[in-house]
Each structure stands twice: as structure tokens, then as C-alpha cells.
């Protein structure tokens, strides 16, 4: 289902800015290039994230995750984060892309797991390990930026 939305969203998006761009000025055009230059300079979306996925996945696949999240800056950890560690804890990465001021903003490592899977951890939101559902991960790069996570899990 997520890969039917995703290909309806950028066909819609391809579509509508190929007319765009046939009908624009060469002012629009410079302007679209502009914001696609400034858009270069900022960092991957998951830059200065850390994943653990949890168990097995669907929808997305294990595998289709892992691309989009290196592909995004993100890097994969092998063993699940411990929140109450003071390793993880004095970790001095941040989230470029969080929403500044917010709790979300010192939050570095991300405990993913598959909302209908069997593998659930309880619900983690501390410091900077918190836990998310897989759909999470897609929402984010929709909006490109890191969105609040839902709490609870269920």
C-alpha cells in the first residue's frame, strides 16, 4: 500500500511540474533553480540519526528501509540502543532536521519497529533514544524533516 501511495504522489508531482516548468518564465525557472541549489547545501534528512530496526517488516521490507535511511544520511546500529547508558547518552550528534527548541532536537537514535509486527519495544522516549514506528520513517521523508513521533504505540 505504501509503495502504491509513493508512486501516485511522485507520478502527481512529476506530472505537475513537468507542466509547471513547460509554462514557466525564465524568472520561475531561475527561482526553481535557486531553491533546488539552496535545497543541495542542507544535510541528509536522517544526518546525525542512528536506526535500530526491531524485528521483521512488510510494508516497507527490512531491506527497503535500510536503503532509504543510508540513502538519507541515517546510520544503522547493530545492537538495540540502551536508553539508560551513559554512552548513549553523552553522544554529541544532533538532528539537523528536527524542529529546533524540541525534545525531538536531542534525540539521536531511533529504535524502528513495525506497528502490526510482533516485535514491539515498550514505549522508549528518553533522552536520546526514542522508539518509532516504521511508517514514521516514510511520514519524515514526505515532509523532509524529522515529524513527532505518536505516542503511545499502538
Known amino acids: 500500500m505504501v509503495n502504491f501511495y509513493t508512486s501516485i504522489i511522485e507520478s502527481i508531482l512529476t506530472y ?19 531553491v533546488i541549489r539552496s535545497a543541495e547545501k542542507l544535510p541528509p534528512l536522517f544526518d546525525g540519526c542512528f536506526f535500530f530496526l526491531l ?30 547508558s551513559d554512552v548513549t547518552q553523552t553522544l554529541s550528534a544532533a538532528a539537523y532536521h528536527a524542529l529546533p527548541g524540541s525534545d525531538q532536537a536531542l534525540c539521536t537514535q531511533y529504535i524502528i519497529f513495525e506497528r502490526q509486527g510482533p516485535h514491539k519495544p515498550p514505549a522508549v522516549r528518553r ?6 514506528p516504521s511508517n514514521w520513517i516514510i511520514d519524515c521523508i514526505a515532509a523532509f524533516r524529522l515529524l513527532p513521533v505518536s505516542h503511545p504505540q499502538t
Open 16 to 34: 505537475s511540474i513537468t507542466i509547471w516548468y513547460a509554462a514557466a518564465t525564465a524568472k520561475d525557472k531561475g527561482r526553481l533553480q535557486r
Open 127 to 132: 533522552g536520546k533514544v526514542w522508539s518509532a
Open 55 to 84: 524485528g521483521s517488516f512488510k510494508a516497507p521490507s527490512k531491506d527497503k528501509l535500510t536503503k532509504l535511511l543510508r540513502e538519507g544520511g541515517g546510520q544503522l546500529l547493530i545492537r538495540q540502543p540502551k536508553p539508560d
